[in-house]
């Protein structure tokens, strides 16, 4: 079992993607998807009149603010264009694709968090209604359900609170959890990078191998922004027993199969 998470930011290649992962599906392999939409969730916030705005948590992590407004702006493009935009494509190619979001029959449930600590010009302070959380418990008996019966399964945030509220959680998290509860051996997440750069943006420093007992140090000395994010999400895979973790690139034809075969960062 391979799950599969790729990113919201520009440049990726969603087209090469479906083409890879009908590729994979028709060797034999099986897949699950998770997907992003954070650059299309900016766009057409702006287009709404209600901008996005990002924080910073007192650990140094950044997220999206999500009131109730900005969570409907984020479900027409998650849960709307952009994993119907996937299942489109998918289904072009011959694959029954089925799109989910965490919502959909209590797939992600976890605990919402409607009071966020968060760092601004270097003074704490705390916001609220707040829609976001992080995923606790992943309904695996629909996603075999899916898989056995032959159906290729697209994720996307939200997820659900244990009081039925959506909540924004983070995808490379939710992948992470995901691939934990299926037992899933390999979780690759690509996005609009070649894996973890020594000196970011040079891409020419890729760092191609990443012991568990590493995560942190490269977390606090290379990573930066939405790739610390995505070092978390591979440290939580790995300790909920993944047998390895690969930050790869989208930007390219075969960008699946050339992580599966080791390029990228691997995290093991
Ligand atoms: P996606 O939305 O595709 O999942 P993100 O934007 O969340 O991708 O995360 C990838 C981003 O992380 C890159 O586009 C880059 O701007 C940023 N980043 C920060 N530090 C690094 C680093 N050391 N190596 C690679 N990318 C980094």
Known sequence: MIVVKVGGSEGIDYDAFCADIAQLVKAGKQLI??????????????????????????????????????????????????????????????????????????????????????????????????????????????????????????????????????INVDGDRAAGATAIALKANTLVILSNVPGVLKNFPDEESLITDVPSSQIDHVSEHYAEGRMRIKLLGSKEAIEGGVGRVILGDARQADCVSTALAGKGTTIS
Not at 71 to 85: A, D, S, W
Not at 145 to 157: I, K, R
């Open 33 to 166: 998807v998770v997907h992003g939409g954070s650059s299309q969730t900016n766009a057409v916030a702006e287009a709404l009149g209600h901008p996005p705005q990002f924080v910073t948590s007192p650990s140094g992590y950044t997220s999206r603010l999500t009131d109730r407004k900005t969570l409907e702006i984020f479900e027409m493009v998650y849960c709307g264009k952009m994993n119907k935009m996937i299942v489109e494509k998918l289904q072009a190619l011959g694959v029954n694709a089925v799109g989910l979001s965490g919502i959909d029959g209590g797939l992600w449930r976890g605990k919402r968090k409607s009071a966020i600590r968060v760092v601004e010009n270097g003074r704490k302070r705390i916001i609220r209604n707040n829609f976001t959380g992080k995923v606790e418990a992943v309904n695996t008996d629909l996603l075999t359900m899916l898989l056995e019966g032959g159906y290729v399964p697209v994720l996307t945030p939200p997820a659900i609170s244990y009081e039925n509220e959506a």
